[in-house]
DNA sequence: CGCCTCCATCCTCCACTCCT
DNA sequence: AGGAGTGGAGGATGGAGGCG
């Protein structure tokens, strides 16, 4: 890249961390302006203050990855600001829509079998059977489980408090009696003691330090292919417990405010996604479509008669 | 070989804007 | 005013590979 290039996208970094980027926000907007600047090169443009409109287009169907393209818009948008380019040209940057997904879930009795296929005879299925059952039982989210703290469990008043990682909301959930049993095992019985994390959950090979979101999803991976769950169309993600918490509440009748609060969403928009198991239930349940006839059946059948009406 | 990390991509969720 | 749609941030996921 060449040395104006580097400097430019140097500064929008700076300005998106003063902005109150995240850390993680700043890696993927490195990458994607990164490879927009890359492709603009081989388009021919070494020097981004000559860019046409051509050019932009072109370097933007070039990712395969179209998150991209709300990146470029707003990179494009600073420069403009900067008066690095003549023109404003994030208003010609594509737009994506992401397709309607239905989120995977599992049954209640895959989540049983999933539960008892972990092995507590040793350490770390003690330890991964308390991790999981936080995610199974609660619909907590891996990132709050790798982060959860001791400060954040109140044994007494039989309670969890925690910030939400991605939200940054509090929300308080119930230590139920079943995962109060197996954390109190996995800290008095498998928990590594030669460490001073704050952190619950470990790893259980030395260094002994607090475990990542990657490796709690190995974990729950491995135990759904020994519970013979087939995972072969579906996502197999700790999420997926999350989705299937919210379905199986919702299958029950239970309010939509309240999987809100359990789930900890603070926008009422937010249950849609768990709601859209709602629509695939209703599909069973669909009449028949009639069949076209008169006037909608000429149209469909490319008549004119409809052009008299 | 099991446990785990890294990196690229995908998905979730909040907040803002637009429309009725 | 409030519901629907959209943009954007950031966590979750999948795959490849490292390490003891």
């Known amino acids: 890249m060449p040395e104006n290039h580097a400097v430019l996208l140097e500064d929008y970094l700076s300005f998106c961390k003063q902005d109150g980027n995240r850390s993680g926000t700043i890696k993927r907007k490195r990458k994607f302006c990164g490879d ?7 388009l021919g443009c070494n020097d981004i203050r000559d860019i ?15 998150d991209a393209w709300a990146v470029i ?26 397709p309607f997904m239905v989120p995977s879930t599992y049954s209640e009795d895959e989540i049983l079998r999933f539960e008892n296929a972990i092995d507590q005879s040793s350490k770390i299925g003690i330890r991964d059977y308390a991790m999981l ?5 609660l619909g907590m989210r891996s990132g709050d489980i790798a982060g959860l703290t001791f400060d954040e469990i109140d044994f007494e008043g039989n309670s969890i408090h925690i910030v939400q990682e991605k939200t940054l909301q509090p929300q308080e959930l119930p230590l139920l009696p079943e995962i109060k049993d197996a954390l109190m095992n996995y800290i008095e019985n498998a928990r590594p ?13 030395a260094p002994y330090q ?9 974990a729950t991976t491995r135990y759904f292919r020994k519970a013979g769950i087939d995972i072969s169309d579906k996502k ?4 997926t417990f999350r989705s299937s918490l919210a379905s199986s509440m919702v299958n029950n009748q239970v309010p939509y405010d309240v999987v809100r609060k359990v789930l900890g969403h603070t926008d009422p928009n937010a249950i849609k996604h768990y709601a859209k198991v709602d629509i695939e239930r ?9 069949a076209p006839s008169g006037v909608f059946e000429a149209f469909l059948n490319g008549g004119r008669s409809y052009a008299g009406l």
Do not use: W
């Open 52 to 66: 046409n409109s051509t050019q932009i287009c072109k370097a933007c169907l070039m990712f395969h990855n179209k």
């Open 193 to 205: 003691t030669d460490n001073d994390e704050c952190r619950i959950f470990l790893r259980q090979n």
């Open 236 to 239: 197999h993600g700790l999420h």
């Open 73 to 98: 818009r707003m990179f494009l948008k600073y420069l403009y600001k900067k008066n690095v380019i003549e023109y404003d040209y994030s208003t010609i940057v594509p737009h994506y829509t992401r």
């Open 210 to 218: 607090g475990i990542t979101t990657s490796a709690i999803r190995f």
């Open 133 to 137: 059952l936080l995610a199974t039982r």
């Open 36 to 42: 927009f600047l890359i492709f603009l090169m081989a």
């Open 282 to 290: 209703l599909r069973e349940y669909a009449i028949a479509v009639p």
